[in-house]
């Protein structure tokens, strides 16, 4: 089977600029073996270098036990490094328990 590379690419542009246009972006964290996320996708562990296409995206850091990192970025030609700072989740805040109303425990007595 042969495909059609132009059908892949961006209208009005040729296959070969597309790989040209396309910039890197180094994700790290603080911890390790972190989930990264482009535009909602996944898109592999920290630390990765990412082949973006030019234009705004928005890159999450993501670590079972750690608030998520986000950050929206504008690439470019240049190469961008991002170093995500994830901090340790607190614990989920507790409920109150409800105290149920005190029940009248007063007997008729005759």
């Known amino acids: ?5 132009v059908r892949f690419s961006p209208a009005g542009s040729a ?4 790989v040209a ?3 890197v972006v180094s994700v790290d ?3 390790s073996n972190c989930d990264i ?10 630390p990765s270098q990412l082949s ?7 890159i999450t850091v993501k670590k079972k036990g750690y608030a998520d990192w986000t950050r929206s ?18 614990g989920a805040p507790v409920a109150a328990t409800p105290v149920p109303p005190a ?3 007063s007997a008729l007595k005759n």
């Open 29 to 31: 964290a603080n911890q």
């Open 15 to 18: 296959p070969g600029n597309m």
């Open 103 to 105: 029940s009248s425990t």
């Open 37 to 46: 996320e482009v535009d909602g996708s996944f898109v592999g562990n920290t």
């Open 73 to 90: 970025v504008m690439v470019s030609g240049s190469g961008i490094h991002l170093n995500a700072e994830l901090e340790a989740q607190t």
């Open 52 to 58: 973006l296409v030019p234009g705004k995206h928005e």
């Open 1 to 5: 089977m042969t495909l059609d590379m």
């Open 21 to 23: 246009s396309l910039s």
